[in-house]
């Protein structure tokens, strides 16, 4: 393979102005990622842990193999909602007993762990992740159900999980709850639809309705053991299959029911047992991406610090240059690399990315999209020559390609170039962002330009002075919203990635990625749909 080479400079003024301005969004993230990790606050954490209960992130590391990574999903789900930050629950990616697993846990820290709608979507994508990935899921359940004063909004998309958990079974996909507390009306769905079930002897309280409810609907008077307790499910109703005498004998159980499983990937394993690291250090990653996104940045440099031993066959160097392609192994992994390199994306990088997608697909090799794009050019000429027919070749490319993509946004995902780059809406396998990246129709100031634009041509057509004072007014508002709803702590808090990344991790992040992408099978598409050239 090519070895790339590195033109960084450490000590150029533009590369300390880049590195203070993502250290900066750094210091953003690493503050939601600390409200996440609060959970409900001191008091209810305390509180918690007075009962001799575990918190979610300590279950989660008590179940995965020790010094083993956890990659965390979503974390700052609900940012910038009425909701706290983590939405009330925890998702990633663990090895268990050798095996990696999807796994969900409960924070009963925050609202009792009840589901609001964030949770929801954060229980849905790891849900999604588990299948598409084909990973076993272990759920770690301590919740009261909905979240009643949202009900409306998560009563009916809700009952999506509980189907999603059956066709994980369907599929050959093992699930497995471990019930630590309460388990109540929704929630008790979760252990009734997974495949091996341990609940804890005086802990856990499995039921559809609580001794109240019950009481209010049939007059009946019971108590929670009876009505749900672990025994009374592990002797009499049947749906606890293990009974753990604490927490930990919890945990142990459902390590046990992992090693059981048998499981095996389906995809290839690594190339090398030992791959070289890449030969530029990535604390370098902090210097190269532009602070002003409208300056492009050349995403070689940032190859050349997370591909093994920094080697990258660049397929059609000379053609299509404001879009990088080539080949090369990450963790030992091969893959095919897509990396904007200069914003826009023009009829022939639409057509080079198009080819090098199914090149991919012929050879089963994942591929990989490093988003900085400010979308596909526009313009008489570009028009004329057939850019929306190009741009639809390279997303018909994108939408029907069947190996994995991983797609990480390292600067700005604007426009038509975000689908073109494999965006949300294209469904990669997983999707990172930079702290620093932002995404929407267009930048702010192009945006509230046009809406100017619209607005003097509409006081035109009828005749009447325009107010450029408001018109002022009005671009610097817009201009204030896009640049907030653009920004990458708004767009995760919506789970619109997988997790905002250190940008030095990402090459642990992908290498974690691509490895439990290979817990399923590897294979390119078959066949396209019509394209039009």
Not at 140 to 168: C, H, K, M, N, Y
Not at 432 to 456: C, D, E, H, Y
């Amino acid at each position: 393979m090519s070895t790339l080479d590195s033109a960084i400079d450490p000590t150029a003024p533009g590369y300390a102005a880049n590195r203070a301005a993502l250290l900066e969004r750094l210091a953003e993230l690493d503050a939601a990622l600390d409200q996440a990790r609060a959970g409900g606050g001191e008091k209810y954490v305390s509180r918690h842990h007075a009962r001799g209960k575990l918190l979610p992130r300590e279950r989660i590391e008590l179940l995965v193999d020790a010094d083993s990574p956890f990659l965390e999903l979503s974390p700052v789900a609900a940012f910038g909602t009425d909701f706290p930050v983590g939405a009330s629950v925890v998702t990633g990616i663990g090895v268990v007993e050798g095996v990696e697993c999807l796994i969900v846990a409960n924070d009963p820290t925050v609202r009792g762990g009840a589901v609001n709608p964030w949770s929801l979507a954060k229980t849905r994508r790891a849900g999604e992740i588990a299948l598409a990935n084909r990973l076993p899921m272990v759920n770690l359940v301590e919740s009261a159900g909905a979240d009643l004063p949202t009900q409306a909004e998560i009563f009916i998309p809700g009952g999506r999980v509980f189907r999603d958990l059956t066709r994980l079974s369907a599929a050959g996909i093992p699930t497995v709850s471990v019930v630590f507390g309460n388990a109540t009306a929704g929630g008790a769905y979760v252990p009734g639809m997974s495949d091996h079930v341990i609940m804890i002897r005086d802990r856990s309280q499995v039921y559809l309705a609580g001794p109240p409810l019950v009481k209010m609907a049939t007059g009946e008077v019971t108590d929670d053991e009876s009505l749900g307790g672990a025994e009374m499910h592990a002797g009499t109703s049947g749906l606890a299959d293990y009974l753990a005498e604490d927490e930990r004998d919890g945990i142990r159980l459902a390590r046990q029911c992992v090693r059981r499983l048998n499981w095996r990937k389906q995809g290839p394993p690594p190339r090398s047992a030992v791959p070289q690291p890449p030969k530029y250090d990535p604390e370098e990653l902090l210097g190269i991406t532009s602070a002003d996104l409208k300056v492009p940045f050349d995403p070689r440099e940032v190859l050349a610090r997370i591909l093994d031993g920094s080697e990258f066959d660049e397929f059609k160097p000379a053609y299509g240059g404001a879009l990088v392609t080539g080949w090369g192994e990450l963790h030992g992994y091969p893959v095919g690399v897509l990396a904007n390199a200069r914003g826009v994306l023009f009829s022939e990088e639409a057509q080079k990315a198009a080819q090098f997608i199914q090149l991919a697909n012929a050879a089963d090799t994942p591929l990989i999209f490093l988003q900085n794009t400010t979308g596909y050019m526009v313009g008489t000429e570009y028009e004329q020559r057939g850019i929306i027919k190009h741009g639809a070749l390279m997303i018909n490319a994108v939408s029907n390609s069947t190996v994995p993509h991983l797609t990480v946004n390292l600067g700005a995902s604007y426009g038509a170039g975000n689908y073109g780059m494999c965006g949300r809406a294209y469904e990669p396998r997983f999707l990172f962002t930079w702290p620093n990246a932002k995404s929407a129709v267009m930048g702010p100031a192009q945006l509230a330009g046009v809406l100017s634009i619209v607005a003097r041509q509409a006081a035109a057509a009828r005749g009447r002075d325009y107010d450029e004072e408001s018109d002022a007014a009005m671009r610097m508002m817009v201009e204030q919203q896009i640049e907030s709803q653009s920004g990458a702590l708004f767009l995760s808090g919506r789970l619109y990635d997988d997790g905002v990344i250190d940008p030095r991790d990402t090459r642990t992040v992908l290498g974690l990625c691509l490895s439990a992408i290979h817990s399923g099978p590897v294979k390119g598409a078959d066949g396209y749909g019509i394209f039009r050239m």
